[in-house]
T-cell receptor, first 114, second 114 residues
Framework: EPEVTQTPSHQVTQMGQEVILRCVPI?????FYWYRQILGQKVEFLVSFYNNEISEKSEIFDDQFSVERPDGSNFTLKIRSTKLEDSAMYFC????????????FGEGSRLTVL | DAKTTQPPSMDCAEGRAANLPCNHS???????VYWYRQIHSQGPQYIIH???NNETNEMASLIITEDRKSSTLILPHATLRDTAVYYCIVRVEGVGNAGNMLTFGGGTRLMVKP
């Protein structure tokens, strides 16, 4: 069964460093998402992406965050200058069509900022 | 999207049916009810969704009341592997909401016990 894959599974970084989290969505999917979950808290929406541009973003997704799909397969989330409060699980998700709420999530990338 | 209310936790005996309730009293006519679950810290997993008719798939059944103000997710024969947080989400469907993200609440933590 096709799945969304994410790398790395765990990254430890120093505060202020740049981090790139990578995702390979399911191959025929067109809509892509990043969510995050701080330990013990809710799953929070960050950003949605379609047709090579951001469709929607939350207040969390400030100027420190960016997304891109550089090569038609990978979908990346970049955090320019990490803060302690960026420590969380980051989940990538994708879906095939607009008219569905059935998202396929990856297993997540755990980011620890020291 | 309409708000949902779920009990924070429930227990279920292994092999018995798990019935997880959700209230969505402000749901509007074009909003679907979606259920996801999150096992430990893995990515959320889609279970089932419906508009007004009851739905069944290989994972679960979804019973939506006639007034659509509440629903119940039924896991017919719960196993230990069904221990997870279950999220009830109400979402508008339709063309033009490609970026319409899912909003996760606190969910119900289901503990399946031997």
């Amino acid at each position: 069964e096709p799945e969304v894959t994410q790398t790395p599974s765990h990254q430890v970084t120093q505060m202020g460093q740049e981090v790139i989290l990578r995702c390979v969505p399911i191959s025929n999917h067109l809509y892509f998402y990043w969510y995050r979950q701080i330990l013990g808290q809710k799953v929070e929406f960050l950003v949605s992406f379609y047709n090579n541009e951001i469709s929607e973003k939350s207040e969390i997704f400030d100027d420190q965050f960016s997304v891109e799909r550089p090569d038609g397969s990978n979908f990346t989330l970049k955090i320019r200058s990490t803060k302690l409060e960026d420590s969380a699980m980051y989940f990538c998700a994708s879906k095939r069509t607009a008219n569905t709420g059935e998202l396929f999530f990856g297993e997540g990338s755990r980011l620890t900022v020291l | 999207d309409a708000k949902t209310t779920q009990p924070p936790s429930m227990d279920c005996a292994e092999g018995r049916a798990a019935n997880l309730p959700c209230n969505h009293s402000t749901i509007s006519g074009n909003e679907y009810v979606y259920w996801y679950r999150q096992i430990h810290s893995q990515g959320p997993q889609y279970i089932i969704h419906g508009l007004k008719n009851n739905e069944t798939n290989e994972m679960a059944s979804l019973i939506i009341t006639e007034d659509r103000k509440s629903s119940t997710l039924i896991l017919p024969h719960a196993t230990l592997r069904d221990t997870a947080v279950y999220y009830c989400i109400v979402r508008v469907e339709g063309v033009g909401n490609a970026g319409n993200m899912l909003t996760f609440g606190g969910g119900t933590r289901l503990m399946v016990k031997p």
